[in-house]
């Protein structure tokens, strides 16, 4: 197979500027005090509030749905959403996010804000428009770029503490990570950090502010850390926000991968480790000896497998890069995005007995059914998006990412660190043996 990338035409799904308007919309509901405001534009029916509803579902509905304000009118209607908003829910930021794709909606927001704010209202953040190509990571990584942007201040001495750029993770991603991180005794701050407020506790009314989130006093003093690091490989620098504190302020920056895997989480403990100028903690050590073990144990029922992938593309490269590891062939990974680094970034990090996979970029899913049908794969990886494809196809489908829309509690599923790495691991042995089980002419019970 060549080494090549192949390119598909934007779909009208794939370009869906909703999709980006929502990662925004996640984005800055990882900060604290922040209410995102999507204006639909010239949308009056509602869609955006349908997409919250329908690609979250009700395990999320609470959380995302409840603290998104929109609005589908002009610029009245969105001047009386803001002064809404201000008034009853004291916001420190409103963060409007435009939801179409013509600039219209934004450039209407930017003329209302600055009269406003004329007016002595402050704490404003009009996004520029959205990159469509992309989806929801695509809102998502703008977002915190932009937030970063509008608040880090500071010099260039007296560097202190670290920033991790985790990217779309899960909100158990992200907690199990700040664990690690508490284990190495760093003061590291996560940006941005939606831990809490898309995984909350249970109240008696709905919260549109919920506690948590990076407050915004630490994102003042960004510029002034001693290092950042990028769980983006796949993202352009133009978009990175620890791009923009290393061009601005000088901070150090260090891309990693999504640290899934043995391979990708030992390099986010090596940078963890040679930043912050400590040893990795045992505990984390002997989770890294359980899942080798796992590896060794489970090898027999993995080995040639053959997977295709679908996701989004920083979690893409470290799926492929951890089903090699286990003697999985990735024979196909495809994803919406198009960056033009993900044969970059397998190039080099895939062993040289793994053959290269097909790669589909920016694609949906009529595409990526076409090659797989060619492929022949023993199961599908990758978000819900892939079910009708794999039940089409008659083999298994491991969820993996977030959001996951068609099961409960993806904001609790841990797929990063060794420990998450276990997960997805037994979830795809366990996924071949119940094949294998379904299948045999006779039942048992018992490996």
């Known amino acids: 197979m060549s080494r090549s990338s192949e390119k ?7 370009d869906d500027p909703f999709r980006s308007a929502i990662g925004a919309g996640i984005a800055f509901r990882g900060f604290e005090g922040v209410l995102p405001l999507i204006a639909e534009g010239s949308d009056p029916s509602g869609s955006i509030r349908h997409y919250i509803l329908g690609q979250f579902g009700e395990a999320l509905m609470e959380s995302v749905a409840t603290g998104f304000a929109s609005t589908s009118g002009g610029p009245a209607d969105l001047e009386q959403e803001i002064e809404r908003a201000l008034e009853q829910n004291h916001p420190d930021l409103v963060a409007i996010v435009s939801a179409e794709g013509s600039g219209e909606t934004v450039s209407a927001a930017r003329r209302l804000v600055k009269g406003m704010k004329d007016s002595g209202h402050p704490g404003m953040l ?8 992309g989806g929801l990571m695509a809102g998502f990584h703008q977002a915190t770029r932009s937030v970063v942007r509008h608040f880090a201040r500071g010099e260039r001495e007296n560097r202190k503490g670290l920033v991790i750029f985790p990217g779309l993770l899960s909100p158990a991603d992200l907690r199990h990570l700040k664990e690690i991180v508490r284990l190495f005794g760093l003061d590291v701050t996560f940006v941005p950090d939606y831990a809490e407020t898309l995984d909350g506790r249970a109240l008696t009314g709905y919260e549109i502010l919920p506690e948590g989130g990076t407050p915004l006093q630490v994102l ?7 290092g950042a690091i990028s769980l983006t490989p796949s993202v352009p620098s133009k978009l990175r926000a620890g791009a923009f504190l290393h061009r601005r302020w000088g901070v150090p920056e260090r891309i990693v991968g999504v640290p899934l895997g043995l391979g990708e989480m030992d390099r986010f403990l090596n940078a963890l480790e040679e930043m912050g100028g400590c040893e990795i903690p045992e505990p984390v050590a002997r989770q890294r000896d359980r899942l080798v073990e796992s590896y060794v144990d489970a090898h027999g029922y993995l080995f040639q497998k053959r997977a295709v992938l679908h996701a989004e593309e920083d979690l893409l490269i470290s799926l492929t890069l951890f089903l090699a590891e286990t003697g999985v062939l990735p024979v196909v990974c495809a994803t919406l995005g198009r960056s033009g680094r993900l ?8 062993p040289p007995t ?22 022949r794969p023993d199961f599908l990886m990758g978000n819900s998006d892939g079910y009708p494809l794999a039940r089409s196809l008659n083999v298994p489908l491991v969820r993996v990412g977030f959001p996951i829309h068609d099961r409960i509690g993806s904001q609790r599923t841990l797929s990063v660190g060794y420990r998450g790495t276990h997960q997805v691991f037994d979830a795809i042995v366990n996924e071949i043996l119940r094949r294998h089980q379904d299948e045999a002419p006779v039942g048992y019970s018992h490996l």
């Open 220 to 226: 003042r003093d960004l510029s002034i850390s001693a």
């Open 8 to 14: 598909a035409p934007a779909s009208p799904r794939g």
């Open 354 to 375: 793994t053959p290269f996979p097909r790669l589909l970029e920016g694609v949906t899913f009529p595409e990526i059914e076409e090659v797989a049908r060619q492929v």
């Open 126 to 133: 009009v996004l520029p428009p959205l990159s469509t190509a």
């Open 343 to 350: 044969a970059e970034n397998l190039k080099r990090r895939l």
